[in-house]
């Protein structure tokens, strides 16, 4: 399916300011269902805007938001480098927690109104992303998320004060889940996943969960621990996912 991948728009968030977000969509007429997509803590990168265009590609509208846009000016991307890196780091444990929610309240909105989406939602995202698709699946509107490798989950310390409460408010998620990891991936190692998966029991979650042997970040198409072949088997997974909760009928 050909896409337009050529779209931003400045939502106005609550906090005050806007935040940007870059829109992915099939080219052809008619209404699809919308996915918000998380980045990792660089922001819309080359990989980010090609799995948000293969996305869009199977029949959704996409909207990826800068997620640091507070501290950044819009088309801020940091490098896969040190430098960049210590700067996402630094901006996901200074950004309240209270505003990444925003930010997840103001996009979904901005999604379930857009004249090409249908109204029904999901969330993905990977890294950092991962842990704020989950976040926003907590909204009742979502209906699925895929979360690659969520980080600080299991340490509840994302944001400003390291003391998030996502593992608190598992109770709360009501969309149906997608979980993958990657087995060598030191940022949530098998301990972090049993304490998240056990949550996920206790409360009763619907989520799908996978492990495969892979390093973090193993999605990402550039540098040295990208899989294809894994990206072309969890991409099913998470298109199974939103298929089956999103494609039918209004």
């Avoid at 870059?22 to 990989?47: D, K, N």
């Avoid at 948000?52 to 909207?63: R, S, T």
């Amino acid at each position: 399916m050909i896409i337009r991948s050529d779209e931003t728009e400045d939502v106005p968030v609550t906090e005050g300011g806007t935040m940007r977000l870059h829109i992915f969509r099939p080219a052809v007429a008619g209404r699809f269902p919308g996915v918000l997509f998380f980045s990792e803590i660089y922001q819309v990168t080359g990989p980010i805007r090609r799995l948000a265009a293969f996305m869009a590609g199977q029949g959704y509208v996409v909207a990826v938001p800068e997620v640091y846009h507070e501290y950044e000016p819009p088309g801020t991307v940091l490098a896969y480098d040190q430098p960049g890196t210590d700067r996402g780091n630094i901006l996901k444990f200074t950004k309240p927690v209270a505003a990444f929610d925003a930010d997840a309240t103001a996009a979904l909105a901005f999604l379930r109104q857009h004249p090409a989406c249908t109204g029904r939602l999901a969330t993905m995202g990977v890294c950092l992303g991962g842990h704020l698709a989950y976040r926003a699946a907590l909204d009742p509107s979502v209906s699925a998320a895929a979360c690659f490798y969520a980080t600080d989950i299991h340490t509840g310390t994302l944001g400003a004060g390291k003391a998030d409460d996502s593992l608190a408010r598992m109770a709360d998620l009501k969309a149906e889940t997608l979980f993958i990891w990657g087995r060598q991936d030191p940022h949530v190692p098998f301990a972090g996943r049993q304490t998240i998966r056990a949550r996920l029991e206790e409360v009763g979650a619907r989520y799908e969960w996978h492990e495969v042997n892979a390093a973090h970040a193993f999605m990402r198409d550039e540098g040295p621990r990208y899989d294809p072949a894994l990206f072309v088997q969890a991409t099913g997974w998470v298109l199974a996912l939103f298929g089956r909760s999103l494609q039918q009928a209004i």
